[in-house]
């Protein structure tokens, strides 16, 4: 599986942007898709997981109520609609695919990443 993240910007706090990774191959719908970031200075983290049907979602603490993950299989893309954005967001934004189970917030669960979009916010 090869992973194409896409949609990060320059936005103000309070902004919104949605982040696209597009995946290549047929068995996209059945891997479990995580976002990670990873602030400058800072480790990788996890921001969010989507199961593979995407009727199952889970959220690191610090963007619950403000942003969502979802996936849509048919068009081999899972997203990441971040509103309330805040300076503390600002990261490289990285998508991974999971292939064995879903929903881990370890970055040694993911089998496949993305190359990184970068998001800035600015205050």
């Known amino acids: 599986v090869q992973l194409q993240a896409s949609g990060g910007g320059l936005v103000q706090a309070g902004g919104s942007l949605r982040l696209s990774c597009a995946a290549s191959?047929?068995?996209?719908?059945?891997?479990?898709m995580g976002w990670f970031r990873q602030a400058p200075g800072k480790e990788r983290e996890f921001v969010a997981a989507i199961n593979w049907s995407g009727g199952s979602t889970y959220y690191t603490d610090s963007v619950k109520g403000r942003f969502t993950i979802s996936r849509d299989n048919a068009k081999n893309t899972v997203y990441l609609q971040m509103n309330s954005l805040k300076p503390e967001d600002t990261a490289v934004y990285y998508c991974?695919?999971?292939?064995?189970?879903?929903?881990?917030?370890?970055?040694?669960?993911?089998?496949?990443w993305g190359q990184g979009t970068e998001v800035t916010v600015s205050s």
């Open positions: 991974a695919a999971q292939s064995t189970g879903w929903g881990s917030a370890y970055l040694y669960a993911y089998d496949y």
């Open positions: 191959g047929r068995t996209f719908s059945s891997y479990g």
